[in-house]
T-cell receptor
Framework: NAGVTQTPKFQVLKTGQSMTLQCAQD?????MYWYRQDPGMGLRLIYY???????DKGEVPNGYNVSRLNKREFSLRLESAAPSQTSVYFC?????????????FGSGTRLTVV | KQEVTQIPAALSVPEGENLVLNCSFT??????LQWFRQDPGKGLTSLLL?????REQTSGRLNASLDKSSGRSTLYIAASQPGDSATYLC????????????FGAGTTVTVRA
């Protein structure tokens, strides 16, 4: 019962470097999401994928790109990291349209940009 | 736009006392409401999910109620323990928001031994 798996768990980047955060779910959920969590700002949605083959912007998409690789995997890419992107990143999945299906979150990636 | 408010922001109680956490939302057209727990430095763990047609859900010492018409949900934790110390987040989803979650800022609970 892995649920939502995120890699890596920790990362330190230099300003301008790029990296991809990986997320995979094994619950056959159709929707996947990327959030960032910052002190005093709560959880903010970066991008989401309502179903395989679609992606949409959330509240704070600037500086990020996403790829819904298949039904299981949804990656988040930082093309040129900035210190403002220092945050904890969470991936989540859900069964869109299922009243009894809530969101399941991964354990997070703690990213520091120096 | 859906606004979710959680009051109080922080709560400290002695062990054994019952906890009452409040969540209010501005748009009653919700699909479901979910309560999460987050321990420091950890991810979000789902505690309870209440469908819009339901009035309450229970799991062990936890009970969550939903009053859609007044835009309120309450999470009750009976006989609190130090292990209940965490931040509790309330979130609602709506088909009018493409089923995305709108989160409250959370209530940070400390249970004193």
């Amino acid at each position: 019962n892995a649920g939502v798996t995120q890699t890596p768990k920790f990362q330190v980047l230099k300003t301008g470097q790029s990296m991809t955060l990986q997320c995979a779910q094994d619950m056959n959920h159709n929707s996947m999401y990327w959030y960032r969590q910052d002190p005093g700002m709560g959880l903010r949605l970066i991008y989401y994928s309502a179903s395989e083959g679609t992606t949409d912007k959330g509240e704070v998409p600037n500086g990020y790109n996403v790829s819904r690789l298949n039904k299981r995997e949804f990656s988040l890419r930082l093309e040129s990291a900035a210190p403002s992107q220092t945050s904890v990143y969470f991936c989540a999945s859900s069964y869109r349209g299922g009243r009894n299906y809530g969101y399941t979150f991964g354990s997070g990636t703690r990213l520091t940009v120096v | 736009k859906q606004e979710v408010t959680q009051i109080p922001a922080a709560l400290s109680v002695p062990e054994g006392e019952n906890l009452v956490l409040n969540c209010s939302f501005t748009d009653s057209a919700i699909y479901n409401l979910q309560w999460f727990r987050q321990d420091p430095g950890k991810g979000l763990t789902s505690l309870l999910l209440i469908q819009s047609s339901q009035r309450e859900q229970t799991s062990g010492r936890l009970n969550a109620s939903l009053d859609k018409s007044s835009g309120r949900s309450t999470l009750y934790i009976a006989a609190s323990q130090p292990g209940d110390s965490a931040t509790y987040l309330c979130a609602v989803s709506s088909p009018f928001n493409d089923y995305k979650l709108s989160f409250g800022a959370g209530t940070t609970v400390t249970v004193r031994a």
